[in-house]
């Protein structure tokens, strides 16, 4: 069993930045590929990134390659979203999540999902 809890979200203008921190629970988070997926209002839940337990690499989706980064601390428990050069389409609640077989691109793939953290972007 794996609990994940975002932070870090919150209000920017355009062209700022935020960093996202997800904290698991459990004492097998390094053994999980985890994710980050956001859902804005009206709007299906969709990828962002994901990294392998390793950390070794990671995959984004192409609206925010090159803007964000993922990265994880295992010692910790974390994994971390920077989001840099925000734009106001970035506007959403964000979600981390944990996948035991691996990185994927798509929601069925993970087992875990913390409750979520808002970002807002202002024009």
């Known amino acids: 069993q794996v609990q994940l809890v975002e932070s870090g979200g919150g209000l920017v203008q355009a062209g700022g930045s935020l960093r996202l921190s997800c904290a698991a629970s459990?004492?097998?988070?390094?053994?999980?590929?985890m994710g980050w997926f956001r859902q804005a209002p009206g709007k299906e839940r969709e990828f962002i990134t994901c990294?392998?337990?390793?950390?070794?690499?990671?995959y984004y989706a192409p609206s925010v390659k090159g803007r964000f980064t993922i990265s994880r601390d295992n010692a910790k428990n974390t994994v971390y979203l920077q989001m840099n050069n925000l734009k106001p389409e970035d506007t959403a609640v964000y979600y981390c999540?944990?996948?035991?077989?691996?990185?994927?691109?798509?929601?069925?793939?993970?087992?875990?999902w913390g409750q979520g953290t808002q970002v807002t972007v202002s024009s």
């Open positions: 999540a944990a996948a035991s077989r691996g990185a994927a691109t798509t929601m069925r793939n993970y087992d875990y």
């Open positions: 459990g004492r097998t988070f390094s053994t999980y590929a």
């Open positions: 990294i392998r337990w390793s950390g070794g690499t990671s």
